[in-house]
């Protein structure tokens, strides 16, 4: 059975960096800069990956799902990709600024009549990415 890696990502307890910051809330900012390049990045890694939601250049990526049908053989890929966006973070913003990712794995759907944000894949992702965010954030969790 086809079974489809799906990705979501938020950047942790950003309101309130913004305002410790002064960072513009609705315009791209550093991190919502560099979240748009690493999340338009990983599309391009990944034949055949789907934005689902994100990346926003005109806004900037706070977050972001991203789902690759068929993906479950890059698995390993994925989250290495995953883990360089995080390690990204770390090291730009010496910590100040993170991430939390979520990785689902889960049977493709046979036809695409049910909105992608409803996938099994998404939906896993969504339940990885809130376990990242109870642990602490700056975590990548894989459920699948």
Aim: charged letters at 35%.
């Amino acid at each position: 059975m086809l079974r489809s890696v799906a990705v979501a990502g938020d950047l942790d307890d950003f309101g309130e960096v913004v305002r410790e910051k002064g960072w513009p809330e609705y315009s791209p900012n550093p991190a919502t800069g560099l979240l748009t390049e690493l999340v338009e990045r990983f599309l391009t890694r990944f034949p055949g990956a789907v934005a689902v939601k994100g990346p926003d250049r005109e806004r900037g990526t706070e977050e972001f799902i991203v789902e690759i049908p068929g993906g479950e053989g890059l698995l390993e890929e994925i989250v290495e990709e995953c883990e360089r966006i995080r390690r990204e973070f770390e090291r730009r913003f010496e910590g100040e600024v993170t991430i939390s990712i979520g990785v689902g794995v889960a049977p493709a759907p046979r036809h695409r009549l049910v909105p992608e944000r409803e996938s099994p894949a998404v939906r896993r992702a969504l339940e990885a990415l809130r376990e990242a965010k109870r642990r602490g954030g700056n975590v990548v969790v894989v459920r699948g």
